[in-house]
């Protein structure tokens, strides 16, 4: 099963467009926790358990674990281990680098720590990207629109009639040969991603910056699906696990994500029906 | 002293533009390293050793380590504790993403690891770019043109009457009030590397792309030195550190590393007159 697919069934399997964001700080999980040998990891576990049944997949923001040097990495590891099969993982690296590199970190990111799929930068061109879409089961969102100020320096920048993101997008088109590429559109561009959706129809896309950046749930459901309320994947990252900073937090962060998949649901429900 | 400072200052001691790049392969180093408890760590310590007097600054691409998870964050750190004062050492990570993630990538390369310079991509804008230009002791390489064959997807791309590189060096000449910020350009990119000179007359280029990848010497010297003969880096990886791959291989790295030093001066010296 191609990755387009197998995201399509999860998300139908869970009724859920939601991805929770494991940005785990250190600084910001409860104080309780470092009573712990490995607060972030049991921090995460408990965020992980609350969350499962309300998600289709995470995503692991590298920098966070790669700050910690080599006990990140085996947080990283170990988290990984706690997520259910049936979740797609997203390991957001943003990686690119030339072929050889690229090679370096796909082996580590798809064949180590078997992300089912990863974020990359698509700066450097095809062959910084295709070693993350050699394998048709694993996908690779390629940065397109992104949902910080900095988006505006060059992200826009037109070329012919088009502003470069849009070059980006029609080549990420032509490398999907074997239905496992994504796009990263964020929350906070949604006339981006209404155009963005018309010229990619059917595929994935991640959707960040809802919550703490401030983007629209509403348009990134009403512009990011398909045509049958599905592949756009709503990441939420602090806005769920730093719910709350006490004690209660794997359930504020289960309040928060139930809410936010419910929104979710009403708005696929307005604009595309019942899924189908 | 600022980044660009020290730069020079490091080059006209050393008397060198050479950086060798410590992309370290297990598959590729000596069997006989493999007795070793750490072969990675044992081989990077007899290249340096071999080197040290030669060069002026050490890359490590970082997904070299990465790629071995915890303990290659380990060998990255002790490798790291191999390398004298005296010698810049680059983070070769190619980093880049929204402000707060941009800044936990910046603190694991500057403050955790304390890399004198990294490598960060530009595609996301000024705030992925901030963190590792805040120290103006540390600097920050901006890729500009790349060396790979993809560097044509995007790089190229004309708005108004300049390529989209050319945006992005104007962009980062303008950042670089610190005089801590520099550029990638591949030394496969002869033409595009004497264009961004004139537009940057003293800012440091990092040049890969000799060696391996095919890029001309005597190009990277000659177009990409300011005038005084200074502040082009010309890195060698694969080419210095797997020269041989038998039991001599830290000294014919040491030969090659001196050939390159010595050819890299005799362009100097022609194009620029003695250093001065």
Partial sequence: MNFTQRLRTIQRAKNSLLCVGLDTDSTKIPQSLHIHGEPLLEFNRRIIEAT?????AYKINLAFYENMGAHGWS???KTLGYIPEGIVTIGDAKRGDIGNTAEM???SLLIAHRFGATTVNPFMGFDSVEP???NPEQGAFV???TSNPGARDFQYLKSGSRPLYEH???RVKSWNTKKNCGLVVGATRPGELRRIRRIVPDMP???PGVGVQGGSLKSAVRYGCNSRGFLAIVNASRSVIY???GEDFADAARESALALREEINRYRAAYFGRPH
């Avoid at 499962?52 to 289709?56: A, E």
């Fill in 205 to 207: 896309i991640l959707i």
């Fill in 52 to 56: 499962q049944d309300l998600v289709c």
């Fill in 105 to 107: 970190y796909a082996r």
């Fill in 168 to 170: 980006i997008i029609r």
């Fill in 75 to 77: 947080t990283l590891q």
């Fill in 143 to 145: 940065l397109a629109v």
């Fill in 243 to 245: 719910a709350s900073t």
């Fill in 132 to 134: 993350f879409i050699r």
